[in-house]
């Protein structure tokens, strides 16, 4: 996220409390959007204030989001007790391409664009997160690691998948495999990370999953006799 102190009273929030989204390329050639921008008109300073940095009564932001980010977490049953929490370790920034961490060093650049344009440049009166002291790709990597979050939307820890395919918990019917009666229906269930918010695609999903049951419990059509004269 990168943050900035306004020099006047920004407009009020809406219902929602971000007023804009923006789809982007940190490269020019690359076929899709592979960052996604909210643009919020308040100091959305969760994580940040705890870390030490500045905040602001008035201010903006701008949080550069990794579409279809490619490091992958690990959850755990901490025991065989289905009410104690699982050991989830998030495990951000650890795909071995780098890729995630281009694309977060590369948005944070766009954001900081975006707030130099003449429509916003005279509302900044100072960057408050990560600060014009944070310039360098390493330094740039450096912040985006200590502030990073999941935007709410973890997904794929009961990824679908062929037969054949050693990872997958549920199968193309959403079915669980080894246990009877039982279907997953959520965002669990993504083999792959979208490249936007999830709900619309969890709405599908379980669209889709009731269909599916509709038909397993359809009775049978009933057999043709083929009379004999």
């Given at each position: 996220m990168?943050?900035?102190?306004?020099?006047?009273?920004?407009p009020?929030?809406?219902?929602?409390?971000?007023?804009?989204?923006?789809?982007?390329?940190?490269d020019?050639?690359?076929e899709?959007?592979?960052?996604?921008?909210?643009?919020?008109?308040s100091?959305?300073?969760?994580?940040?204030?705890?870390?030490?940095?500045?905040?602001?009564?008035?201010?903006?932001?701008?949080?550069?989001?990794v579409?279809r980010?490619?490091?992958?977490?690990?959850?755990?049953?901490?025991?065989?007790?289905?009410?104690?929490?699982?050991?989830?370790?998030?495990?951000?920034?650890?795909?071995?391409?780098?890729?995630?961490?281009?694309?977060?060093?590369e948005?944070?650049?766009?954001?900081r664009?975006?707030?130099?344009?003449?429509?916003?440049?005279?509302?900044?009166?100072?960057e408050?997160?990560?600060g014009?002291?944070?310039?360098?790709?390493?330094?740039?990597?450096?912040?985006?690691?200590?502030?990073?979050?999941t935007?709410?939307?973890?997904?794929?820890?009961?990824?679908?998948g062929?037969?054949?395919?050693?990872r997958?918990?549920?199968?193309?019917q959403?079915?669980?495999?080894?246990?009877?009666?039982?279907?997953?229906?959520?965002?669990?269930?993504?083999?792959?990370?979208i490249?936007?918010?999830?709900?619309?695609?969890?709405?599908?999903?379980?669209?889709?999953?009731a269909?599916?049951?509709?038909?397993?419990?359809?009775?049978?059509?009933?057999?043709?006799?083929?009379?004999?004269?």
């Amino acid at each position: 996220m990168v943050m900035w102190e306004a020099t006047r009273p920004v407009p009020g929030m809406s219902r929602q409390g971000w007023e804009a989204a923006l789809f982007a390329r940190t490269d020019p050639d690359a076929e899709e959007p592979d960052v996604m921008f909210h643009f919020g008109t308040s100091a959305f300073d969760l994580n940040t204030a705890q870390l030490g940095y500045p905040t602001a009564e008035q201010a903006f932001c701008l949080t550069p989001n990794v579409m279809r980010a490619k490091s992958e977490g690990v959850v755990r049953l901490r025991s065989g007790d289905p009410s104690t929490p699982p050991l989830i370790d998030f495990r951000y920034f650890t795909d071995p391409d780098g890729y995630d961490d281009h694309v977060i060093t590369e948005g944070v650049k766009l954001a900081r664009a975006i707030a130099g344009q003449p429509a916003l440049r005279p509302w900044v009166e100072r960057e408050l997160a990560p600060g014009p002291g944070v310039r360098t790709d390493e330094e740039i990597s450096e912040y985006a690691r200590r502030t990073a979050n999941t935007v709410y939307h973890p997904a794929g820890t009961c990824r679908m998948g062929a037969a054949d395919d050693p990872r997958a918990v549920v199968d193309p019917q959403l079915r669980v495999r080894g246990v009877g009666r039982l279907r997953v229906a959520d965002a669990s269930v993504f083999p792959t990370m979208i490249g936007t918010n999830p709900c619309i695609t969890c709405m599908m999903i379980g669209e889709k999953c009731a269909d599916l049951v509709k038909e397993a419990a359809a009775p049978a059509p009933p057999m043709e006799r083929n009379l004999v004269i």
